[in-house]
C-alpha cells in the first residue's frame, strides 16, 4: 500500500451549549450535584452547528466522539448521517471541586476553574481519573488520532474543552503545529497539522 503524500489534518472541537444553566450561584457541595447532572445532560435546544465546523466535518474521514451526551448530540448534528466512532477514551477530565464551607458560593464556570485547579495542582480527585491518568489517556488518544491521520485522513475528535486541551498538547509534543485556533468556546475548533 503507498504511503499518503501528507498526513491529514487532526481537529478537536468542543461541543455545542449544554441545556444546563450556568446562571446560579452554588456551594461545593451543590456543584458536585451540578457537575453529575452537567455530565449526563444533552445540549440546549434550538443551537445551529457553525457553517466552519459543519465543512471540517463534511471533509472529515472520520468523526470521533466524546460517550458523553452533550458531545454526541453535538456529532449528530454535524455529521449529516455519517458513521460516527464513539469513544470513553475523549470523555473530559473529572472536576471534583473541594469541601468548602457552604457559606462560600460561586457560580458552576469558577467552581470549574477552582476544581481543575485542585485537581491539576493538589491531585484532588476523590477517587476518580487522576492528572497522571488523565495525562496518560490523552497521549493514548493523541496516538491514536496521530495514526489515523497518518493514513492520509482529515480527522476530527468532538469532545470536551480541558480534556481537547490535553490531547493538543500531547499533539504538540509529538510534532503537530495548531495551525487554525478559536479557543475554547461551544462549537469552537483547534486544528493541527503534522510540523
Known amino acids: 500500500m503507498l504511503k499518503p503524500s501528507r498526513p491529514g489534518t487532526i481537529t478537536l472541537a468542543r461541543h455545542g451549549e449544554p441545556a444546563l444553566s450556568r446562571k446560579c450561584m452554588l456551594t461545593s457541595d451543590q456543584y458536585r450535584d451540578w457537575?453529575?447532572?452537567?455530565?449526563?445532560?444533552?445540549?440546549?435546544?434550538?443551537?445551529?452547528?457553525?457553517?466552519?465546523?459543519?465543512?471540517?466535518?463534511?471533509?472529515?474521514?472520520?468523526?470521533f466522539a466524546s460517550t458523553r451526551q452533550r458531545a454526541q448530540e453535538t456529532a449528530i448534528a454535524v455529521s449529516a448521517g455519517r458513521e460516527i466512532t464513539s469513544d470513553?477514551?475523549?470523555?473530559?477530565?473529572?472536576?471534583?471541586?473541594?469541601?468548602?464551607?457552604?457559606?462560600?458560593?460561586?457560580?458552576?464556570?469558577?467552581?470549574?476553574?477552582?476544581?481543575?485547579?485542585?485537581?491539576?495542582?493538589?491531585?484532588?480527585?476523590?477517587?476518580?481519573?487522576t492528572r497522571l491518568q488523565?495525562?496518560?489517556?490523552?497521549?493514548?488518544?493523541?496516538?491514536r488520532l496521530i495514526a489515523r491521520a497518518e493514513t492520509g485522513e482529515d480527522v476530527l475528535v468532538?469532545?470536551?474543552g480541558y480534556?481537547?486541551?490535553?490531547?493538543?498538547?500531547?499533539?504538540?509534543?509529538?510534532?503537530?503545529?495548531?495551525?487554525?485556533?478559536?479557543?475554547?468556546?461551544?462549537w469552537s475548533q483547534r486544528r493541527y497539522e503534522r510540523a
Not at 49 to 60: F, K, N, Y
Not at 163 to 186: E, S, T
Open 163 to 186: 480534556f481537547n486541551h490535553m490531547v493538543g498538547r500531547r499533539l504538540k509534543a509529538d510534532g503537530w503545529k495548531l495551525v487554525h485556533n478559536q479557543g475554547f468556546k461551544y
Open 88 to 129: 470513553v477514551m475523549f470523555i473530559e477530565a473529572p472536576l471534583p471541586p473541594p469541601h468548602f464551607p457552604n457559606w462560600f458560593k460561586l457560580p458552576p464556570k469558577y467552581w470549574g476553574g477552582v476544581a481543575r485547579f485542585w485537581w491539576h495542582a493538589f491531585n484532588h480527585h476523590e477517587g476518580q481519573e
Open 35 to 63: 457537575w453529575a447532572k452537567y455530565e449526563l445532560g444533552g445540549l440546549l435546544a434550538g443551537q445551529t452547528p457553525p457553517p466552519e465546523l459543519l465543512a471540517t466535518a463534511a471533509g472529515a474521514g472520520v468523526i
Open 158 to 160: 468532538l469532545a470536551h
Open 134 to 143: 488523565a495525562e496518560a489517556r490523552a497521549e493514548q488518544a493523541a496516538q
